[in-house]
């Protein structure tokens, strides 16, 4: 290994072509990173199987390339070929004037006046599952695997605000082991030297095809009995797939104002694969988190009972700002997306003094950034007085759970309203805690944030008397 650092910026190259580095990253993405900022400061240039990559670990740096000069990068055309080998052509795969349409039709439907529409259907899933799942009588506790738990909470919400379908233990069990095999498949090809076509035999083909069919299969069942059966009008607006059919473009620059029924159908799957993963990640540090610091609870309980309200509604969760904070500050230790935001560079730009030549593969490293100190006193450190009112400013692009730019997530608002919802009704109705000695797993990343052990906690039913809640 040669380098050569000059004013915090570093060349590096690892054995033959870099194998070595790449072997590296995929074995230990976190680790991989940590270590290049470490050696290198704020700006890390690799050359790996003669392709040039650059991780840029500066928050100022990152809004450059995300906002600032975000015409001057586009996103990784090869990821965007493997997800759509499963996914389809949706708002996540497609680029240029077909991902600009289908943005512009279907952001209303995300939008936080549309989310407040679909709380009703959240929340009863939210109340289905976790009657089902966890102790129904009071002072009764049982352990439980929490990412289970979680994952079987928000396929929940995703089947119930998308088709307005209420689902099973089995069925779920079914829908998110194909999603996560879908996806970590996916992760797999990323290191590849190549996409293979799609007649070649290659390993984990069989188990991809066999998964994606699972889901083709569900969506196509559910999108075909809607359009074959509209619903009433009073029904009709109700669900995330009626919104889909109704949404229109009132000034279209180019193609349909409408989506298509494949396009539709991409985007349901789109929903399953990016929807559930993340928020059940994020609520499964949540909860080990809630266990850890029983005081954090404690306040959580003294805020809602100040407010007096069901957190079954936009306003009052809106008005729950400490609740907020817990979860934004678990997705700051243990941020759910910690695959790398990437960026092409599509033409030379200069990022702060950093010359980036075209074709170069910009990297933003998620974790790395929650866990600056520079943007974080203590970064380590579970503190969810960071986003309270009054608290100090955190530098931009320095917290990117959604990331941000023209790209940024587009179910911030859906995925932030599910997770509080389910964060107030486990609070609510819940005493948490680890068991006698134990301690919270350590991070892997598997698509998504996941413990390295199984994650479990002790759930004990309580009198769910805080405010006034209909949800006993």
Not at 169 to 180: D, F, P
Not at 215 to 238: E, Y
Not at 362 to 380: M, Y
Request: proline share 7%.
């Amino acid at each position: 290994m040669t380098t050569k650092p000059t004013a915090g910026v570093s060349a590096i190259r690892s054995g033959p072509m870099g194998l070595s580095l790449l072997a590296d990253i995929q074995k230990d993405p976190l680790g991989a990173a940590g270590r290049l900022h470490g050696c290198f400061g704020d700006v890390a240039r690799l050359t790996i199987l003669f392709r040039r990559i650059y991780y840029f670990f500066d928050p100022e740096a990152v809004r450059q390339i995300l906002v600032g000069h975000h015409a001057d990068f586009a996103r990784e055309t090869r990821l965007l070929r493997i997800l759509e080998s499963f996914q389809g052509r949706n708002v996540l795969t497609s680029e240029g004037q077909d991902w600009e349409r289908q943005r512009r039709i279907l952001a209303p439907g995300f939008s936080p006046k549309r989310v407040a529409g679909y709380v009703e259907l959240m929340d009863a899933a939210i109340n289905d599952s976790v009657r089902e799942e966890l102790p129904a009588l009071i002072g009764q506790s049982a352990v439980v695997d929490v990412d289970f738990l979680t994952t079987r909470v928000t396929m929940d919400v995703i089947l119930r605000t998308l088709f307005s379908h209420v689902t099973t233990r089995e069925e779920t069990s079914r829908i998110s082991t194909a999603i996560r095999t879908l996806t970590r498949q996916s992760m797999r090809e990323v290191f590849w030297p190549f996409i293979p076509p799609k007649w070649l035999p290659y390993p984990g083909r069989a188990a991809k095809l066999k998964s994606r069919q699972v889901i083709h299969s569900l969506i196509a069942s559910q999108v075909d009995a809607r359009t074959r059966a509209p619903r009433s009008a009073d029904a009709a607006g109700q669900d995330v797939l009626d919104m889909m059919l109704a949404a229109r473009d009132d000034n279209p620059t180019t193609g349909s104002a409408t989506l298509s029924s494949q396009e539709i159908h991409d985007n349901c799957f789109l929903l399953f694969s990016a929807g559930f993963d993340t928020a059940s990640s994020a609520l499964t540090w949540w909860i080990g988190l809630m266990a850890k610091y029983p005081s954090v609870v404690d306040q959580l309980r003294a805020e809602m009972c100040s407010e007096g309200v069901t957190p079954s509604s936009m306003e009052a969760v809106a008005r729950l700002p400490y609740l907020n904070a817990t979860i934004k500050e678990a997705m700051r230790l243990y941020p759910p997306s910690t695959a790398l935001i990437t960026r092409v560079a599509l033409r030379d730009v200069v990022i702060g003094e950093t010359p980036v030549p075209k074709g170069t593969l910009a990297i933003v490293p998620i974790w790395q950034l929650h866990h600056d100190h520079r943007s974080f006193a203590e970064p380590g450190e579970f503190r969810p007085g960071r986003f309270m009112p009054g608290a100090p400013e955190i530098p931009r692009s320095a917290y990117l759970p959604f990331g941000a730019g023209p790209h940024f997530c587009l179910g911030q608002h859906f995925a932030s309203m599910e997770m509080a919802l389910i964060a107030a009704h486990i609070v609510r109705n819940f005493d948490l805690s680890l068991e006698p000695g134990a301690v919270l797993p350590e991070p892997v990343v598997d698509i998504a944030l996941k413990p390295k052990t199984t994650l479990r906690v002790r759930f004990t039913r309580r009198q769910g008397d805080i405010g006034a809640s209909r949800v006993q």
